[in-house]
């Protein structure tokens, strides 16, 4: 399972409250139309002034689904609102292991 970390820090003209707002409501709608997600989180940083403004995950079989799923039409429209959103995005491609 190939696990996409996304970092957003968001645009200069949202207030933390719009950006929550945008990424848990309208940027939500982008990742429940990705062909071949698996499954997709969102953690908000709990104050304002934090290097980024939320951490996003989203889960795919491997990196040929990831690669079709941002190249799908859904995938470009995804792209386009996460940049105007924002001002920095940084995407760590990872393979998570459990630990307990």
């Not at 795919?60 to 995938?75: I, L, N, P, Q, W």
């Amino acid at each position: 399972m190939l696990k996409v970390i996304s970092l957003l820090k968001r645009a200069e003209n949202l207030s933390h409250e719009e950006f929550t707002k945008w990424v848990l409501q309208d940027h939500v709608e982008f990742a429940r139309k990705l062909p071949g997600l698996r499954k997709y989180t969102v953690s908000v940083t709990n104050e304002d002034g934090a290097a980024y403004d939320s951490v996003n995950e989203l889960y795919f079989d491997d990196d040929d689904a990831r690669v079709a799923a941002f190249g799908s039409e859904h995938g470009k429209a995804a792209a386009a609102d996460a940049a105007a959103h924002t001002t920095q995005r940084v995407h760590l491609l990872t393979t998570e292991h459990a630990q307990s």
